[in-house]
């Protein structure tokens, strides 16, 4: 994997999605595994930038937290719509229970009549993932674009084998954009990495404050870069946080 250079560990932010960037994507939500390894670079790229390192995610942030403990970064859940920030202060955006409402309703049904569907429930959003079932794409997209159709301003985001139905008042570029106006992130050239189309956003924003941006997987992308899978992705974030500590001790 070839990147530009990031500059001095001061210079740049890390904005990193979890699923398929800091885990391998599993069956399940809940069978990911972020392995020692990743945990200790994330740690060591925390202490060299001074903390500018958050993780961007679709995830409830309390779920987040739950596998990244003992560490608990700056992160933004829900694809922009909660964000916690470096010292702690949290920011949601305001719950819509009529969609909610509306999407128990039109969801719960179809998941309850075919097995291997899952209903994932957020605070304010929902997710239907068909992983185990495929030949029900056509009928998951169906039922979301019929919830999207009786909810104002709901936007449905298609990621890999799962469609997510969300207010469309924030996304993971938004989130950035945000945690860039506040130290200590404030002042540094963005760098972020998403493997999936829902990551589209955060690298449209982060390109346009000539930042640098990374796809990790197949698909069509803006990303500037590209690398072939999680575990290469992995191995150079590795090796980037050696590098940076290796740097802050010699200054």
Same mark, same amino acid.
């Given at each position: 994997?070839?990147? /530009?250079?990031?500059?001095?560990?001061?210079?740049?932010?890390?904005?990193?999605?979890?699923?398929?960037?800091?885990?391998?994507?599993? +069956?399940?939500?809940?069978?990911?595994?972020?392995? +020692?390894?990743?945990?200790?670079?994330?740690?060591?790229?925390?202490?060299?930038?001074?903390?500018?390192?958050?993780?961007?995610?679709? #995830?409830? &942030? %309390?779920?987040?937290?739950?596998?990244?403990?003992?560490?608990?970064?700056?992160?933004?859940?829900?694809?922009?719509?909660?964000? #916690?920030?470096?010292?702690?202060?949290?920011?949601?955006?305001?719950? $819509?229970?009529?969609?909610?409402?509306?999407?128990?309703?039109?969801?719960?049904?179809?998941?309850?009549? +075919?097995?291997?569907?899952?209903?994932? #429930?957020?605070?304010?959003?929902?997710?239907?993932?068909?992983?185990? #079932?495929?030949?029900?794409?056509?009928?998951?997209?169906?039922?979301? *674009?019929?919830?999207?159709?009786?909810?104002?301003?709901?936007?449905?985001?298609?990621?890999?084998?799962?469609?997510? %139905?969300?207010?469309?008042?924030? $996304?993971?570029?938004?989130?950035? &954009? *945000?945690?860039?106006?506040?130290? /200590?992130? %404030?002042?540094?050239?963005?760098?972020?990495?998403?493997?999936?189309?829902?990551?589209? $956003?955060?690298?449209?924003?982060?390109?346009?404050?000539?930042?640098?941006?990374?796809? &990790?997987?197949?698909?069509?992308? &803006?990303?500037?870069?590209?690398?072939?899978?999680?575990?290469?992705?992995?191995?150079?974030?590795?090796?980037?946080?050696?590098?940076?500590?290796?740097?802050?001790?010699?200054?």
């Amino acid at each position: 994997m070839s990147l /530009p250079s990031l500059g001095a560990p001061d210079q740049v932010a890390f904005f990193l999605d979890f699923d398929g960037t800091l885990v391998e994507v599993a +069956e399940r939500p809940d069978a990911v595994r972020l392995t +020692e390894r990743t945990r200790n670079a994330l740690s060591r790229l925390t202490d060299a930038t001074g903390g500018a390192v958050a993780v961007i995610t679709g #995830r409830e &942030i %309390a779920d987040l937290d739950r596998f990244l403990a003992p560490l608990r970064l700056p992160a933004a859940g829900v694809h922009g719509l909660t964000r #916690r920030t470096r010292s702690g202060e949290n920011h949601a955006a305001p719950i $819509d229970e009529e969609f909610l409402r509306h999407a128990e309703l039109l969801l719960a049904p179809l998941v309850l009549s +075919e097995p291997g569907l899952l209903l994932e #429930r957020k605070s304010n959003a929902v997710a239907l993932h068909y992983r185990s #079932r495929p030949d029900l794409e056509a009928a998951c997209r169906d039922v979301m *674009d019929e919830l999207a159709g009786i909810s104002r301003g709901i936007q449905i985001k298609r990621g890999k084998m799962v469609f997510e %139905a969300k207010p469309a008042l924030a $996304d993971k570029g938004t989130a950035i &954009i *945000d945690f860039l106006k506040e130290p /200590p992130f %404030a002042g540094r050239r963005p760098f972020f990495a998403g493997d999936d189309v829902t990551d589209e $956003d955060a690298f449209a924003a982060v390109n346009k404050l000539d930042g640098i941006t990374v796809k &990790i997987g197949l698909g069509e992308t &803006i990303a500037q870069h590209r690398v072939a899978g999680t575990a290469m992705f992995l191995d150079w974030l590795h090796a980037t946080s050696l590098a940076f500590m290796r740097e802050v001790a010699n200054d």
